[in-house]
């Protein structure tokens, strides 16, 4: 009696290219985060690299695969804190636009001062050191609001992170 002998080649698996993009986004805003500096400039591309890691996880999700894994009745509670965690993003982008358009109305009003040049250069001092002071005030409250938004979910997905 002959034997059918059957080989099957075992290829490594390999990441999707979506997800090693998703993956990158996230080392690159884990990166950006650990540097102290909080510049306008700064805030801007750790807001862009947000914005990219919204695109590339948005993109993974649409994979047929995930749609399909998503849609299994156990992955419904790491879907709400996924869209939980989504709506703190939004809701921060929120606040930061608010204290961007103060910001810009603080420097509008600097301009103005300079402008006009009422008052001598003592009012012009105390101008600029108010806006230097509402600038630090408000890096301290969008501080303390991120710190606040991500902190408590970050150890949820974490733990959801390592079940999947």
Known sequence: MATNHVRSTSLP??????IASAVEQLQRLKSSE???TSSRSKIFQRLDGLR???ECVDDVLHLP??????SLEKHVKLLE?????????LDTCSVVKDA?????????????SLRRK?????????????????????NKVISKYFQRS????????HNSDRRL
């Not at 698996?13 to 979506?18: G, K």
């Not at 804190?81 to 993003?89: A, E, K, R």
């Not at 961007?100 to 103005?112: A, D, H, M, P, Y």
């Not at 003592?122 to 806006?131: F, I, M």
């Open 13 to 18: 698996t390999a990441t999707h290219p979506l």
């Open 34 to 36: 650990l540097t102290s």
């Open 52 to 54: 990219k890691l919204y």
């Open 65 to 70: 695969i995930n749609q399909h894994v998503l």
């Open 81 to 89: 804190q996924i869209s939980d965690v989504s709506l703190n993003v």
């Open 100 to 112: 961007f358009s103060q910001i810009k109305g603080r420097v509008q009003l600097l301009e103005s």
């Open 118 to 138: 009422r008052g001598g250069e003592s009012s012009l001092s105390n101008e600029v050191d108010a806006y230097l002071a509402s600038n630090k005030k408000l």
């Open 150 to 157: 991500f902190e408590p979910h970050r150890e949820e997905l």
